[in-house]
């Protein structure tokens, strides 16, 4: 089991504040930070047909404090200059009629939001006005990793996975790793956002002489994304964990002396962190593994080829002394076919595409050996038949649009795996899933404005009712414009945002703090309305 202490400073004054739940993140890499603009006036530059401006300026501003950014790197194309003490820059002699603007400084983000572009392109009537240039403020995780006893733990690996959303659903993305130190400390400079931090399993620990195991922030055990560290920028937390350490012991696997071709063994202890072992086939037929004391969940799954898995579990107590004789009780892992089929109301125009260009994975918020959450993906064989190798558990089925089709209904039974989630059990193999496609899509069009001139943005269509896919997204161009098409048919929520917006779209409170420019649409068959949106501005979405 582990302890830990949360401690919350702001980054402004190092004034407490209240913990805000259990995650983190580490980054690798340089700081290369890319701007959020706004006109000067707080306005984003209209673009047309004007000419060519003789020099191009404006500021770098601290998003959080809006105080300038001194010495802050801003590239237009191929020139680059500094910041001066007020924040303020200049390019003389321009020659450009577009631009791409990067901005880069140590301690810095581009953005709070993940997968955000690296530069700005502008065209001329942009470049003509004068530019702020928004940087975020790196937020800090701290904290110190000791055995029970308190001794420093150093080298200790520490992970960082951020909560992200995107067209595919929710993920976690492996932001920073680093080790702690002599004193078993550790800092994260990271951007502001939703985090887990987890710790590796140590087998052999250079100070302690034991195994370390790992520690997950928050509960490994807990379901869903309620529960982690939500760190704004500018902010620091830290924390103190204290892992389990023990003497490891062999554990003697008893199985059948088949080949069972590969086998991956994880051990998921009572806090719920769950880790790889290292395995060796005996010279009396069993495997051994090496665990510390404790009671563990043993999942092992072999695979002798890509069509035939196995999966065994059972619960060991390791005592203060080797054992053998664990029992492993094997069975299938349940292969579900998919078949594809079309709908009757679909034309001809166009053949539908093959089952995986749908991007078709079953999701489950199980968490994952690696980290993540453990997801299925969609299988082939030789003649083009698919599958999903699933092990017993419920699943959502996630999927996109393919081409001009997309999915009407998913099926598994009696179950509408668009509204449900899918069951496997135990023995499931034979049950198809079917999928139903039709190119009966309609579609949907617009401009949308940012602080009312046409603007690029980030425009997402929420489906109202059951879908695949949680969320569709496309940018707007230059001049505000905006088209969706092969949409299927149905009612949706429509917002735009100044910058790429990550969140939970299933959940229907994601969108509450933006009600006012959220909007509702509905699209039929062969039809494509249109809908003007007023974007978010980057400064209202809290980093």
């Known amino acids: 089991m582990s302890a830990m202490r949360i401690v919350c400073r702001s980054g402004r004054n190092g004034s407490t504040l209240p913990s805000l739940g259990l995650a983190c993140v580490l980054l690798v890499g340089p700081m290369v930070c890319c701007a959020q603009i706004s006109s000067g006036s707080g306005t984003a530059a209209q673009i047309g047909s004007q000419s060519v401006p003789s020099s191009v300026g404006g500021r770098v501003v601290n998003a959080t404090t809006g105080q300038p950014v001194p010495r802050a790197l801003v590239r237009l194309n191929n020139r680059a200059v500094l910041t001066d003490s007020e924040g303020k820059f200049k390019f003389e002699q321009n020659s450009e009629s577009s631009a791409n603007v990067l901005v880069t400084k140590p301690g810095f983000y581009a953005s709070a939001e993940y997968g955000e572009a690296g530069n700005l392109y502008l065209q001329a009537a942009q470049l003509g006005e004068s530019l702020e240039l928004r940087l975020y403020p790196e937020a800090l995780l701290t904290g110190v990793v ?36 002599s004193h078993g400390g550790f800092r994260l400079p990271v951007p502001a956002g939703d985090y887990r931090v987890q710790t590796n399993y140590l087998p052999l620990d250079r100070t302690t002489g034991k195994a370390v195991l790992p520690v997950v922030v928050p509960n490994g055990s807990s379901n869903g994304t309620s529960q982690l560290v939500r760190i704004h920028s500018g902010e620091e937390q830290s924390f103190e964990l204290r892992p389990s ?21 994880s051990a998921r202890s009572s806090n719920g962190s769950t880790w790889h072992i290292n395995s060796m086939r005996s010279s009396d037929g069993e495997t051994k593994v090496q665990l510390p004391q404790g009671t ?20 060991v107590t390791v005592p203060d002394h080797d054992i053998s ?42 968490a994952d050996v690696d980290g993540g959450n453990a997801a299925v993906g ?6 083009q038949s698919y599958y999903f190798l699933a092990p017993p ?21 009696d179950s509408d795996l668009l509204a449900q989630e899918l069951a496997v059990a135990p023995g499931a193999s034979g049950t198809p899933i079917r999928i139903t ?7 949907l069009q617009g401009s949308v404005k940012l602080n009312g001139d046409p603007s690029a943005c980030w425009v997402y269509l929420i489906p109202s009712g059951p879908s695949a896919q949680a969320v569709y997204s496309t940018r707007s161009n230059s001049t505000g414009g905006y088209s969706f098409s092969s949409l299927p048919p149905g009612s949706y929520q429509a917002i735009a945002f100044e910058r790429r917006h990550s969140a939970d779209y299933r959940d229907s409170n994601s969108l509450t703090p933006f009600s006012d420019r959220q909007h509702s649409v509905s699209v039929n068959a062969g039809d494509k309305p249109s809908l003007n949106l007023d974007a978010v501005p980057v400064t209202e979405v809290v980093p």
Do not use: C
């Not at 350490?245 to 063994?265: E, L, N, Q, Y």
């Not at 078949?339 to 053949?351: A, F, H, P, Q, R």
């Open 325 to 366: 004789g664990v029992v492993l009780q094997f069975s299938p892992v349940p292969t579900i076919p998919v078949e594809l089929l079309v709908d009757g109301s679909s034309t001809s125009d166009s053949s539908p595409p093959g089952l995986s260009q749908f991007g078709l994975s079953l999701q489950s918020e199980q």
């Open 296 to 315: 563990y969940t043993l999942t092992v799954r072999t695979m002798a080829n890509a069509e035939a898995a196995e999966l065994a579990e059972t619960t």
């Open 146 to 181: 000791l055995a029970p006893d308190g001794t420093p733990l150093p080298g200790i690996t520490v992970n960082a996975l951020r909560s992200v959303y995107d067209d595919s659903g929710h993920r976690w993305a492996q932001t920073a790793q680093t080790q702690t130190d």
């Open 245 to 265: 350490v023990s003497v490891v012991h062999s554990v003697g696997i008893a199985h059948s002396s088949s080949d069972r071709g590969f086998m991956r063994i």
């Open 437 to 443: 496609v039709s190119n009966q899509t309609g579609g």
């Open 393 to 413: 558990g419920t699943y959502r089925l996630a999927g996109r649009s393919g081409g001009s089709w997309y999915i009407k209904s998913a099926s598994y039974g």
């Open 378 to 383: 969609l299988l082939s064989r030789s003649n």
